[in-house]
């Protein structure tokens, strides 16, 4: 699936849920995240595949609380991803 939703608990904001969009590319897999806090704060960013690793790239960067959830963030996107691929 291209577009999926996954709730990740932060120690910063507690669960937040993160909206998971499929960038169209032939060169390489990315995906755009966006992120709304309880407290209505919208965050834009964009993950790429780097060997099995997702990597947040593109500036401006998302908060620290974001960068810090990059693991479990990388482990939704390959989960998502091994659930679709079998």
Do not use: C
């Amino acid at each position: 699936m291209p577009h999926f939703i996954k709730n990740i608990a932060s120690e910063e904001k507690g669960n937040v849920e993160f909206f998971f969009d499929r960038i169209a590319s032939e060169k390489e897999l990315r995906y755009h995240l966006t992120v709304v806090t309880n407290k209505k704060e919208i965050f834009h960013f964009t993950m790429r595949k780097d060997g099995s690793k997702w990597k947040i790239v593109e500036a401006p960067k998302p908060p620290e609380w974001i960068i810090k959830l990059q693991e479990k963030l990388s482990e939704a996107l390959n989960g998502h991803l091994s659930s679709y691929n079998t």
